[in-house]
């Protein structure tokens, strides 16, 4: 496994994700700018290796994803529903991109949980996907402890 | 037929979602129990008949895991179908729940005609 394959990972699960389950078109991916400063989203993982996720949105991507998830109006949407949405969506893009690269492994999510949107994640960067959601923006990103033992052969199989 | 389904899940909004999804999947629902974790779920089915569950493995008080197990142990309860829905795609999970009694499993992400297939083989219903 190698970094590029990790970014790979990351950036199909992000897109597999809203396409499916928050029936939303293929992204724009954005190059490296500022991150979105809304609603972060975090989470810790056990596996081989172990590591952590963390989700940004601004406002505007999170509560369209929200609205598209939930088939309510974004407007009428509270607060507590768009951080359970992202709390959602971190989960399961993680796990995605997990089940891709530790496909023989067992892993273990811990509960997604909102975190400052301000403070960001201490620690050597990790791959990070950026791309563009209805108004705003979103930013994955995932950090890993050590790199992954997999060869990129059983990646691609 | 319409058919009487218990959802566990510690997510509201992920419960909301799944109902949403089999209802626009054209899969016909009569009547939808919902559950926070596997003892709610187990409360639920002491009181209402369902035909399926679809539930989550990561909760609280008794997990998915812990759930299947009981649902196993009760011989009133062990002939409903159970699905699990989650997103550890990892060969290891899978193999672990459909030994303690899973009879399908759904990977999110997944699309509307997922589930509801799911649902149907489950269920045996016979294809159109």
């Known amino acids: 496994m190698t970094e590029q394959s990790i970014d790979t990972a990351l950036a199909e699960s992000v897109q597999e994700v809203l396409e499916k389950m928050f029936f939303i078109d293929l992204l724009d991916p954005v190059g490296d700018g500022p991150p979105p400063m809304g609603i972060a989203a975090e989470l810790m993982f056990d596996g081989d290796p172990p590591g952590s996720f963390r989700l940004d949105l601004d406002v505007p991507a999170a509560r369209s994803a929200a609205a598209d998830f939930l088939g309510e109006d974004a407007e009428e949407l509270s607060v507590e529903q768009l951080n359970e949405v992202v709390?959602?969506?971190?989960?399961?893009i993680c796990g995605s991109v997990l089940s891709r690269i530790e496909s023989k492994a067992t892993i273990r999510l811990s509960k997604p949980v909102i975190v400052s949107a301000a403070e960001q994640t201490q620690g050597p960067a990790g791959a990070s996907f950026q791309a563009a959601l209805g108004s705003g923006l979103l930013r994955a990103e995932i950090r890993m402890e050590r790199p992954v033992c997999l060869g990129i052969d059983e990646y691609e199989s | 037929m319409a058919y009487r389904v218990l959802i566990a899940d510690d997510s509201p909004v992920m419960r909301?979602?799944?109902?949403r999804v089999i209802e626009l999947s054209g899969f016909e629902l009569s009547e939808c129990f919902e559950a926070s974790n596997g003892e709610e779920a187990l409360e639920t089915l002491r009181s209402e008949w369902v035909d399926a569950i679809l539930t989550d493995i990561n909760m609280p008080v008794v997990d998915g895991e812990e759930f299947l197990r009981r649902l196993a142990a009760d011989d009133m309860l062990k002939s409903i179908p159970a699905i699990v829905i989650s997103t550890d795609a990892t060969r290891n999970r899978i193999d672990r729940l459909m030994a303690l009694g899973a009879r399908g499993y759904v990977t999110k992400p997944f699309v509307p005609e997922t589930l509801r297939a799911e649902l149907e083989r489950t269920?045996?219903?016979?294809?159109d």
Request: charged share 15%.
């Open chain 1, 87 to 92: 709390c959602e969506l971190a989960n399961m």
């Open chain 2, 16 to 19: 909301l979602f799944i109902r």
């Open chain 2, 123 to 127: 269920l045996g219903v016979p294809c």
